[in-house]
């Protein structure tokens, strides 16, 4: 490709909105396997459709996640929950990414923490067979929050680290149209307040825990302290952690370790 044809390619994405246009036309001249095929995705991208369903992937954590259409693309803001899940993690322990997208959550805990056992469940059918390219396929389950998980994994798991969904649903028509149009309304829909999600998990999740176990779960500013809430409600120990370069809020949830 020319330099000439590039340039046009970063003036359409520009003209379209793409505030990164350089580099969302580099990584599509990467992706594309014709002249034909790249005239096909920048076409798509000046429409509107988010980029890494194009490219196929999502950059987080420092891993290439694959990424299908119609699949909640992770966030950089949610680095910061997989950051804080891996630290919580040891080798040989078990671990659920739930309301898991295409499994980067669990992507990046598998990767920090060799040995660990990530399991991972979505109630979206596009979601789980994203995270079963990204996972140990046998480990992904598809079913509403805690319902498909195996039975013994009940009080073993060291680790849940969760995005639900938590935009309230009046919320969501101010939300850029990438998502609004092009993802699952699951993946967004925290209901009237946007913490439907998290009652359900503050209510369930601590019997999944081990002794000393944790709940990480991704909240905003604004919800965080209701989100600790809830979960002290359950009787576990809620803290809020912020990362301001990453723009990410998360509540970490701990139940008491065993008793000697």
Known sequence: MSAREEEDIVRRLRAAGC????????????????PDELETLVARRVAGEPLE???????????????????????????????EAAALTRPGDA??????????????????????????????????RAA??????????????????PPGLRGALAVIAVNAPYVPTEAIALMPPEARLYEPAVALDGGA??????????????????????????????????????????????RVVTDDDLDGTVVIASTPPRRP
């Not at 490219?55 to 803001?77: C, M, Q, S, T």
């Not at 499994?103 to 596009?126: H, K, L, N, S, T």
């Not at 389950?141 to 805690?146: A, K, P, T, W």
Request: with cysteine.
């Open 53 to 83: 369903p194009l490219l196929g992937f999502a950059e987080f954590g420092g891993l290439r996640i694959n990424v299908d259409a119609g699949v909640f693309v992770p966030r950089r803001r949610t680095e910061l929950l997989a950051r």
């Open 95 to 128: 671990v659920l990414d739930l309301c898991c997208g295409a499994g980067a959550i669990g992507a990046v805990i598998a990767a920090r923490v060799p040995g660990a056992e990530v399991f991972a469940a979505d109630v979206e059918p596009a979601a789980v």
């Open 19 to 34: 505030v990164f246009a350089e580099e969302e036309a580099a990584l599509l001249v990467e992706a594309a396997a014709s």
């Open 132 to 149: 079963r390219a990204n996972l140990d396929p046998a480990r992904v389950f598809e079913g509403d929050l805690f319902a498909p998980l």
């Open 193 to 238: 307040d946007g913490l439907d999600l998290h009652r359900r998990i503050a209510s369930e999740g601590p019997e999944w825990l081990a002794p000393g176990g944790s709940i990480v779960i991704e909240t905003s500013d604004e919800q965080a302290a209701r989100t600790v809430g809830l979960f002290e409600a359950q009787g576990l120990a809620a």
